[in-house]
């Protein structure tokens, strides 16, 4: 067993904590939440430095590498903006790996260059009002008419559709009596006739709205399917290629914002006088830290263990399953245990903490809920 980072991991590690320092800086991440603005030239410059291409392919315009580098990248990027983490997943780990995965060569060639030099953003709709969990109930539908596909329905929290160019779109196509053969995946160019995209308000994150999108009419030819027209009704098989990439990420980014909770936490502490001494001083505030600080030990351990067995090509679904899991119920915990630490200045705004408590909850959620990481590790038992 080893248990250290490779000098290129460390160095890979250090890159992005720079990249952090100079382009997002913890005050960044304040002004966005605060005016909701999305920040247009953020994803460019993760390109321009060279992130968005690790672990992709040099023919792709790649640096080469795997799943242990998408993860650091993602711990430290969460660590600093909730906005860059979000983006970072949605395009490169969810969009990338699945063109990459599934993508026809000729998708491949056309979208990865582009996305990984920044030039284009993509979205994934797979959610719907009323299909959430239960992803096989989804209703929108794409029907052949003539040699083109016509898109009617609505997808919900569809995460960047508003600046993006494409948005992947999970539809039905065959008879849904068998969910497994009737899910077919488009790539919808987002500037198409018959889409209207609507952001929800959320409780943190508006700088990259998630959105709700109604389709009607929005015609596609079969080449818009992702791995082209031999790949009409196999999406949900596409969708299981990529759950793993998508909650090992998750599981990494909140990784990421409980090591910046501790850290900040530990510093108020230090700094934070009552009855004549640093709060850090009472033992109660030093088991809470204590606390922490072990979560985030078993935190970083479940995370990279998975993302070692993942670039192994061990069978690793339980074990990301309980890592995202863990982490995104840890750091809620931890989220609310700063809460605690910053006592009434956790809830004014002129404070992170209260940001960081609100941003914790998506992790909940995104890559599925607490309650379907359970059902899915169950199964392995
Ligand atoms: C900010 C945000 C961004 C998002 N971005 C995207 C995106 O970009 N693209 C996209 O497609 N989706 C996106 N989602 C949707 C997200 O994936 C869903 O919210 C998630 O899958 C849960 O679905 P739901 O919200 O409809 O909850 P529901 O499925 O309605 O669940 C409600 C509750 O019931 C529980 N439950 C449901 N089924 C079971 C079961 N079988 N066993 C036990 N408990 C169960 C759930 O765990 C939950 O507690 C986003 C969500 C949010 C909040």
Redesign the pocket.
């Known amino acids: 067993m080893f248990f250290e980072l490779s000098a290129e991991q460390q160095a890979l590690r250090q890159k992005v904590i720079d990249f952090c320092a100079r382009e997002c800086p913890p005050d960044f991440e304040t002004s966005l939440d605060q005016s909701g603005a999305f920040p247009g030239d953020l994803y460019r410059k993760m390109a321009d430095y060279g992130l968005l291409g690790i672990s992709f392919p040099a023919e792709y315009g790649g640096t080469g590498g795997d799943i242990m580098d998408i993860v650091l990248i993602a711990e430290q990027l969460a660590g600093n903006s909730f906005t860059a983490v979000y983006m970072y997943l949605?395009n490169v780990v969810f969009a990338g790996s699945i063109i990459l995965n599934c993508g026809s060569d000729a998708q491949k060639k056309e979208y990865l260059p582009k996305l990984l030099k920044g030039e284009l953003q993509f979205?994934?709709?797979?959610?719907e009002p009323e299909?959430?969990?239960?992803?096989r109930s989804i209703k929108t539908s794409a029907k052949l008419q003539g040699d083109r596909f016509l898109i009617n329905g609505t997808?919900?929290?569809?995460?960047?559709a508003t600046v993006s160019d494409y948005i992947i779109t999970v539809t039905i196509t065959g008879p849904q009596t068998d969910s497994s053969k009737a899910m077919s995946i488009f790539i919808v160019p987002a500037g198409s006739q018959g889409l209207s995209i609507t952001p929800i308000p959320?409780l943190a994150?508006n700088a990259y709205p998630?959105c709700e999108v109604k389709y009607r009419d929005v015609s596609v030819g079969r080449e818009h399917i992702l791995g082209g027209p031999e790949w009409l009704n196999n999406g949900l098989l596409q969708l299981f290629r990529t759950a793993e990439y998508e909650r090992i990420c998750v599981a990494a980014s909140c990784l990421g914002g409980a090591e910046t909770i501790l850290r900040e936490c530990t510093a108020f502490a230090k700094n934070r006088q009552q009855f004549g001494k640093p709060i850090i001083k009472f033992q109660a505030i030093q088991h809470a830290l204590a606390d922490m600080a072990t979560q985030i030990e078993a935190m970083r351990w479940m995370t990279y263990h998975a993302a070692w067995m993942k670039s192994a090509g061990k069978d690793c679904f339980k074990e990301i399953c309980m890592a995202k899991l863990f982490c995104s119920e840890t750091l809620n915990d931890i989220a609310r245990k700063g809460m605690q630490i910053f006592g009434g200045r956790g809830y004014s705004m002129e404070y992170r903490m209260q940001r960081y408590l609100r941003e914790s909850y998506?992790s909940l959620?995104?890559?599925?809920?607490?309650?379907?990481q359970k059902?899915v590790i169950a199964r392995f038992l």
């Open positions: 949605v979205s994934f709709a797979l959610t299909a959430g969990s239960d992803a997808k919900y929290w569809t995460s960047g959320k994150g998630s998506l959620y995104a890559g599925g809920t607490s309650e379907i059902n």
